[in-house]
C-alpha cells in the first residue's frame, strides 16, 4: 500500500492513519491538536512506536508563523531525525506548511517515503499534486461527507 491522503481540516485523516496503523505495524508520527478548553492552542508530533510527543507549533510562539501559530524549530529538528530512522511501513502525518518550515522536513521525509516497504501519507490539500508526482501513489480525498465510505474501502484493502 502507498497511499496519499489529502483533505480538508477535521475530515478524519489523522483517525484513518491510526486506525492503518492499529491493523499493521506503522514506523512514523501523527499530529495531533493540542485545546485548552475548547480552543486549539497548538500541535503536537507524536511518534507511534514511543508515544513520544513534541510540540511543534503553539499559539502566540515567536518561531516562524503559519497562521496564528508559531512553530518550534527545534523540536522540528527531533521530527527530521525520526524520519531518517524510519523503516517498514511509514506513517506520516503530516505533510504540510507547519512541517515545511523546517529546511530538512521535505527532503527526509522524501527519503523516508521511497525507502518504505509502502506508506500512508497525510498531505496538506494544497500539495497533493506536488507529491503524488513525487511518490507516484495512490490519493485518496477525504471529507466529511465520504468519510465513513473511505475508511471501509481502505481498511478493507488491509484486511483482506
Known sequence: MKLIITGPPASGKTTLVKEICKRRTCSG???????????????????????ERLPIARRGYPGPR???YGVILENLERVVEWLRELEGFVAID?????????????????KALRRAEGFVVTVHRSLWKK?????????????R????????????????
Open 66 to 68: 503559519v497562521g496564528s
Open 131 to 143: 507529491w503524488k508526482e513525487l511518490l507516484g501513489a495512490e490519493v485518496v480525498f477525504l471529507s
Open 29 to 51: 508520527f501523527y499530529t495531533e491538536e493540542v485545546r485548552e478548553g475548547r480552543m486549539r492552542v497548538g500541535f503536537d508530533a507524536v511518534r507511534i512506536e514511543s508515544g
Open 94 to 110: 503530516e505533510i504540510g506548511p507547519m512541517e515545511l518550515k523546517h529546511p530538512r522536513f521535505e527532503e527526509e521525509a522524501l
Open 145 to 160: 461527507d465520504n468519510r465513513d465510505e473511505v475508511f471501509r474501502e481502505v481498511l478493507s484493502c488491509l484486511d483482506g
